[in-house]
């Protein structure tokens, strides 16, 4: 928006180098470092642009901050586009409840 960097929430403590690959490759951005689902909530005001997740998470971390972003008209999708699910039992390659790698990003966005 009108030549800004972008505002990307990230981990304190959690960072992955995929998840700094991510943000490299967004170029020119302010990095707002905060914590779980203050992170949504950024997002959901406008007030940062996007969160990439290439860490762990679980369906507990990610439900109140995500169902705020979604009333807010924004979205998680998972790395292949699919908005993120709840609910996720029996899975294949990981423990029930366990999220995949997303993407967050706000209305608009």
């Known amino acids: 928006a009108g030549g800004a960097p972008l505002a990307v929430v990230a981990s304190r403590s959690h960072n992955t180098p995929e998840t700094d690959a991510f943000i490299r490759d967004l170029g020119p951005a302010e990095i707002v470092s905060v914590g779980s689902s203050l992170k949504f909530c950024l997002l959901a005001a406008a007030e940062a642009d996007v969160y990439p997740r290439f860490g762990r998470t679980m369906e507990w971390d990610t439900a109140a901050g995500d169902a705020v972003l979604r009333a ?38």
Do not use: E, W
């Open 72 to 109: 807010a008209g924004g979205i998680t999708r998972t790395l292949d586009g699919r908005p993120l699910v709840y609910g996720k039992r029996n899975q294949a390659t990981d423990s029930d409840f366990a999220n995949p790698h997303f993407i967050a990003s706000g209305k608009g966005a």
